[in-house]
């Protein structure tokens, strides 16, 4: 049997899109995907990211919110930005990972004037569920969306 598909998903601070893209994928495609997450910074786990994945059937109240440095020297096949932010400044990966952004909302910034409560919630879940149809389209989604990882930023 082939190795997995190694992919990261990458997003500013590690604490709610890329998380839930990590989740999905451990959850929904463990078979062909062996999926991490990380941020161009380190902002913590979303305490509502995790509460909505929670309610999906989705665990990851054990994932820990970190840096690309902190994942080491692992080979990636791809890196999946999830957001503008990470997608302008993703950094260059050694070897052969290819580069796909797959943008969703910000939950915490669209709710950030929002009390706790269901009107909060229903962002994040609409975001995981956006979230979940893309990764269940994947790997075929990546063969078709990759581009090289030039080092040069999308829209350049």
Same mark, same amino acid.
């Given at each position: +049997?082939?190795?997995?598909? #190694?992919?990261? /998903?990458? %997003?500013?601070?590690?604490?709610?899109?890329?998380? +839930?893209?990590?989740?999905?994928?451990?959850?929904?495609?463990?078979?062909?995907?062996?999926?991490?997450?990380?941020?161009?910074?380190?902002?913590?786990?979303?305490?509502?990211?995790?509460?909505? +994945? *929670?309610? !999906?059937?989705?665990?990851?109240?054990?994932? #820990?919110?970190?840096?690309?440095?902190?994942?080491?020297?692992?080979?990636?096949? %791809?890196?999946?930005?999830? %957001?503008?932010? !990470?997608?302008?400044? %993703?950094?260059?990966? =050694?070897?052969?990972?290819? #580069?796909?952004? !797959?943008?969703?909302?910000?939950?915490?910034?669209?709710?950030?004037?929002?009390?706790?409560?269901?009107?909060?919630?229903?962002?994040?879940?609409?975001? @995981?569920?956006?979230? @979940?149809? /893309?990764?269940?389209?994947? =790997?075929?989604?990546?063969?078709?969306? +990759?581009?090289?990882?030039?080092?040069? *930023?999308?829209?350049?």
């Amino acid at each position: +049997m082939s190795a997995k598909f #190694r992919v990261l /998903f990458l %997003c500013t601070g590690n604490s709610c899109r890329s998380q +839930m893209a990590e989740g999905w994928a451990r959850h929904l495609r463990a078979d062909v995907i062996e999926p991490y997450s990380a941020g161009i910074e380190c902002h913590g786990m979303n305490p509502h990211a995790v509460r909505v +994945m *929670a309610e !999906a059937g989705v665990d990851i109240s054990g994932q #820990r919110s970190k840096t690309v440095a902190d994942l080491g020297d692992v080979q990636f096949d %791809c890196v999946v930005t999830v %957001c503008g932010h !990470a997608n302008e400044h %993703c950094p260059v990966f =050694p070897g052969k990972a290819k #580069r796909l952004h !797959a943008g969703f909302e910000d939950p915490p910034r669209l709710t950030k004037d929002m009390p706790d409560g269901e009107a909060k919630l229903a962002v994040y879940r609409r975001v @995981r569920d956006e979230i @979940r149809a /893309f990764v269940e389209s994947l =790997p075929g989604a990546l063969m078709g969306r +990759m581009v090289e990882n030039s080092g040069v *930023a999308a829209g350049d």
